[in-house]
């Protein structure tokens, strides 16, 4: 992809800072270090005074060629409208119970990246790490980003935070060595921010990024306002897990569970989120999310080569089972996924 001309740090600065649309995904800030976060909230420490410039053209929220970036990776196959390229769409989870009880749901993805770290198909993947693991961080609302080597580091990150970790923070660190074998798991801005790399600088990106597993995203939570939430009614809990059964946001503590309606929450979401089209997280490799009518599965959308070859393995390994997807139901998610779009269009047509 021919960078834009002219645009660089300042344009980002102007067109998506400034106007509250980073997602914070965390990709700017691995690939430059004038760029910085703060408590999830991205800022431009200096002038590099380059004028065309990568930071620019990764930021999901700058012009994307999503028609090249499925032809780059999914070659010519079909699209369906409301959840994008894939080969299957499946049920799964992890067969060892200790991965699916640590996971969201089934564990499928704790279960995947394990099997791809044993076999070797990766040596270190970015994740999110969870609350409270990390003893010198003592905001318990703040997950970080992690560059887990073995399946020790990917257990302590299972669980979905709701918050939006810059996790592409440490992108530039990790394929830093052309030895080096990375796995992403992130939400659909973080996909698209490394497909965009691996577009810009496939030299480097392509090979050294081999597999890309994306979350179902319907939004993120801004972290300052959560907390601010959470502060004025009462003590910050000390946070195990966090889901959405329902119509609830239930936050798993070390005590009872604080159940919280929804309608109070969605005030908090980052404004970002509400131009984010993607549910499904279509440019991954693999997509999974919550099986919302069977709570001990996770959705699977296979969609890539690469995908299926990791699934193909992780079963030979035993790591995950598979099962139907019902076709009612199938039905059911593209429906969630096509409203997202709708949404985003309705928005859009307004401003």
């Not at 560059?147 to 709701?162: D, F, H, T």
């Not at 910050?236 to 569970?257: A, C, L």
């Not at 309608?263 to 693999?286: N, V």
Request: charged share 30%.
């Amino acid at each position: 992809m021919k960078l834009p001309v002219n645009k660089g740090p300042e344009d980002l600065k102007k067109e998506v800072l400034e106007q509250g649309l980073c997602s914070c995904c965390g990709g700017c800030i691995g690939i430059c270090p004038y760029i910085k976060a703060v408590r999830e909230k991205v800022i431009i420490t200096d002038n590099c005074g380059i004028k065309e410039g990568k930071c620019y053209n990764l930021c999901p929220h700058t012009p994307t060629d999503n028609s090249r970036l499925e032809k780059g990776i999914f070659g010519a196959t079909g699209k369906d409208p409301a959840l994008g390229r894939y080969v299957s769409i499946k049920q799964s989870r992890a067969t060892n119970r200790r991965v699916q009880a640590s996971g969201q749901y089934g564990g499928t993805v704790t279960a995947l990246i394990c099997s791809a770290l044993e076999r070797g198909e990766i040596n270190r993947t970015l994740l999110t790490q969870g609350f409270n693991q990390r003893k010198a961080d003592k905001d318990p609302l703040l997950p970080t980003a992690r560059l887990a080597k073995n399946s020790k580091g990917v257990l302590e990150c299972s669980g979905s935070k709701y918050t939006a970790c810059p996790t592409l923070s440490l992108l530039g660190e990790a394929v830093n060595d052309k030895r080096n074998m990375t796995g992403v798991v992130g939400r659909p801005c973080q996909v698209t921010a490394v497909r965009k790399l691996q577009d810009i600088e496939p030299e480097t990106f392509r090979s050294r990024v081999p597999l890309i597993i994306g979350l179902f995203c319907m939004w993120a939570l801004s972290y300052r306002d959560f907390k601010s939430f959470l502060a004025a009614r009462g003590r910050i809990p000390s946070v195990r897990k966090i889901d959405i059964p329902q119509e609830d946001f239930v936050i798993f503590t070390r005590g009872k569970p604080i159940r919280i309606p929804f309608e109070q929450i969605k005030e908090l979401i980052r404004p970002s989120c509400e131009l984010c089209p993607d549910f499904t997280s279509e440019l991954a490799d693999l997509s999974v999310g919550a099986t919302e009518f069977d709570e001990d599965w996770n959705t699977l959308i296979i969609r890539s080569k690469k995908g299926q070859e990791i699934i193909d393995q992780a079963l030979d390994d035993g790591a995950i089972e598979l099962k139907e997807f019902p076709p009612e139901k199938l039905e059911i998610l593209k429906r969630a996924a096509s409203d997202k779009k709708k949404r985003v269009r309705a928005i859009l047509k307004r401003r």
